[in-house]
């Protein structure tokens, strides 16, 4: 008759130690960094990334002109950006740069080739130059950004410092945060 009391005593102990460990795990995961946007004020960190062409570039390319930087970390927020860049031109000074970013997360057997394939089907090619594709999400861990459905928005001043930034669509009222920083921003000459 013992054993079976002491056999549920351990199945008892156990289930306790494990859900220690679990509210453990828990608080350790609560307590980690949450992913997000630059603050406003802040430069954007330092990177360097390849165009749809093929052809490198830096982050600090951006620095000498305002700048209007979409991002998009999952593969089917294509359109978003679209929405953000046809918008743009009711909103901002044609003077302000309009640059994107595809920073994606996908599996080993597909090539970034692919991925830049795939982009320039949906990116007009006067825009191939300014959209820059990775397929390792190194741009958006860089830059701090989980993988989401929904476009990271940057206004960036003419010194690469983020005057304003919203995760978001562009019918979100959030964006208005987006058109006030650039509106008045115009490219130095």
């Known amino acids: 008759m ?6 549920g005593r351990s199945r008892r102990t156990w289930s306790a130690r494990a859900l220690c460990s679990l509210c453990g795990l828990v608080v350790l995961l609560l307590a980690l960094p ?6 406003t004020g802040e430069s954007v960190p330092p990177f360097s990334a ?4 093929g052809q ?6 951006w620095q000498g002109q305002p700048t209007l930087l979409v991002v998009i970390t999952e593969q089917h927020g294509g359109d978003e950006m679209r929405r ?7 909103h901002i000074p044609d003077e302000v740069h309009r640059a994107s970013i595809i920073s994606l997360s996908l599996p080993f057997y597909v090539s970034t080739g692919m991925v830049r394939g795939r982009a320039k089907e949906q ?22 950004l989980a993988t989401s459905r929904q476009p990271y928005v940057l206004a960036l001043d003419e010194h690469g410092q983020v005057l304003a930034s919203v ?3 562009v019918d979100s009222p959030e964006a208005r945060l987006i058109w006030e920083a650039l509106a008045g921003q115009q490219r130095p000459r």
């Open 84 to 90: 953000w860049f046809d918008t743009a031109a009711q």
């Open 2 to 7: 013992r054993r079976p009391l002491e056999h």
């Open 123 to 144: 990116v007009p090619p006067q825009f191939w130059h300014d959209t820059w594709a990775d397929k390792d999400a190194k741009m958006a861990h860089v830059l701090g």
């Open 167 to 169: 995760h978001g669509t």
């Open 34 to 39: 949450v992913t997000a946007l630059p603050e």
């Open 50 to 53: 390849k165009d749809l062409l």
């Open 56 to 61: 490198p570039h830096e982050s600090r390319e």
